[in-house]
């Protein structure tokens, strides 16, 4: 096998794992900020009285 040839196709290997490291490590940062935002806004209620009255008919 030659040499050169295979040290370029190792270096091609290595560019696309490191770019595909990267896209993912983007990836879970927007998820974290996402389920941040989410768990923020299930923290506070959009109407403060929802919830406290309720009618029942039987």
């Not at 696309?16 to 935002?37: N, R």
């Not at 209620?45 to 929802?50: A, M, N, Y």
């Amino acid at each position: 096998m030659d040499i050169a040839a295979l040290s370029t196709a190792m270096a091609q290997n290595k560019l696309m794992t490191d770019v595909s490291i990267a896209v993912l490590d983007m990836a879970m940062d927007t998820f974290e900020e996402q389920a941040g935002c989410i768990a923020e806004m299930m923290e506070v209620p959009s109407d403060p009285s929802l919830g406290q009255n309720f009618e029942a008919y039987f």
